[in-house]
């Protein structure tokens, strides 16, 4: 009889267990994605060669071309409070016969920003960029000799800017600084021998200040099509000091990449660059590549 009753119990006990796991049998909750951050980066290499015999009649030189890039984006947001970081990094070299090796593409670019939205498309902000490059670059001379005209740091450009964010998507923002001060480095004395404008830095000494300036800074990053994207980015930089048409300096930096697998790409590049202080005319460059392209990341 006890063995009956026990029994018995057990058997209660074990429907009871059941049921109540049934009853609560509720689904469990989605996880919240609790990170702020979205990243991203990207790492490039392209290499290009060009060969002829001695007795090629149509012309040519024999030449060897590489170049790389690195490039990343870091990206918080949470709340009103954003922090948006941007880094690039472009070198070239290419080599032709009978001329050495030269530099084909040199360029150091970082930029960061914290910012508090205001509304929906604008924020207040302030940020910090700066531009550079690796390598020495020279100008070839006419008699086979090459004049020293930039390195690294010099020049070296470091702008701070507070003022308004004007973003309408994630593809597009506009940044309206009217108090951006910033600092030119020179740090090679001997550049001034080959660039009297020493990029503005007075003679003699390493860094120009400009206290009082305005800086306008536009980005965009779209994507054409499934396999075409278009990246631009336009700055703009005036002196209030010395404001004038002449004065006020301009860069436009394109670039157009064509994706043929998952991890090569065809881009294009190019540079339109005004700034009285480096020559009185328009500077620009141009590059087209075909190499592979390795991108990762959680941006969206």
Request: glycine share 8%; no cysteine; aromatic share 12%.
């Amino acid at each position: 009889m006890k063995n009956f009753i026990l029994t018995l119990l057990v058997f209660v006990l074990a429907v009871s267990l059941t049921m109540a796991q049934g009853g609560t049998n509720v689904p469990e909750p989605i996880p919240t994605d609790t990170s702020y951050w979205q990243s991203e980066f990207s790492a490039g290499l392209n290499f290009n060669q060009a060969g002829f015999s001695n007795n090629w009649k149509a012309g040519g030189v024999n030449s060897v071309a590489f170049g790389s890039i690195i490039a990343g984006k870091a990206l918080y947001q949470k709340d009103k409070i954003s922090w948006d970081n941007e880094l690039e990094l472009l070198f070239g070299i290419v080599r032709n016969e009978g001329e050495g090796t030269r530099k084909s593409n040199d360029r150091i670019f970082l930029d960061s920003k914290l910012g508090y939205q205001m509304s929906k498309k604008w924020s207040s902000y302030f940020s910090v960029n700066y531009l550079s490059q690796f390598a020495e670059g020279y100008k070839y001379n006419e008699d086979g000799t090459k004049s020293l005209i930039s390195k690294f740091m010099a020049p070296g450009y470091l702008t701070s800017s507070l003022g308004f964010e004007f973003k309408p998507n994630k593809e597009f923002f506009l940044r309206i600084g009217p108090f951006s001060p910033r600092f030119t480095f020179v740090t090679d004395d001997q550049i001034i021998a080959n660039v009297p404008a020493n990029y503005g830095v007075p003679a003699g000494e390493t860094v120009r200040v400009e206290w009082l300036a305005m800086q306008v800074f536009a980005s965009l990053d779209k994507n054409l099509s499934e396999n075409l994207n278009l990246k631009s980015r336009y700055t703009m930089f005036a002196n209030y000091e010395t404001l004038s048409l002449k004065n006020i300096d301009h860069r436009l930096d394109v670039t157009l990449t064509a994706k043929i697998s998952s991890i090569i790409n065809v881009t294009l590049t190019g540079i339109s660059l005004y700034d009285i202080d480096q020559d009185p005319g328009v500077q620009y460059s141009q590059g087209l590549a075909l190499g592979i392209l390795y991108k990762v990341g959680n941006k969206k």
